[in-house]
């Protein structure tokens, strides 16, 4: 799949295209500068033509075979993006910076297993006393 990035986008609008094509993984636009705060991003609304450093415009291939490593590398190549991949767990979404060797197909794979997880812990059984009882000594 490839995603278009044009002078008029608005990062909403790639972040849906993304999200269309990996339902599992998000794509977050991270502030850079001095208004960054940890964990802080970009405004869905904010328009792409604000926030990046190279301004080309054009069509990144989102293959699900490229890794998130190659992937965030290619956006800051081609348009001067800095960009975060994000996969979902069971209530919340997790950085893959620990896993960006994996390929999207997988971290998308993952994500969709770890949503659908509805495995509750194991109840605990008593344990059986498998020691067979010695007779007791008489005084």
Known sequence: MKIYISEE??????QQRFREAFPFLEI????????????SEVAPETP??????????????VDDSKTVEQLEREFMEL????????????????????TCYLPLREQNAIGGRSH????????EQPVKNLTPELPRASH
């Open 9 to 14: 986008d608005l990062v909403q609008n790639v």
């Open 79 to 98: 348009f001067g993006l800095t960009v975060e991949i994000f996969r979902k767990g069971k209530n919340c979404y997790f950085s893959t910076k620990d």
């Open 28 to 39: 977050h636009f991270p502030l850079m500068g001095a208004d960054k705060k940890v964990g």
């Open 116 to 123: 659908q997880c509805t495995a509750q812990p194991p109840v």
């Open 48 to 61: 792409i033509d604000d926030i990046r450093m190279q301004h080309s415009f054009g069509w990144i291939d």
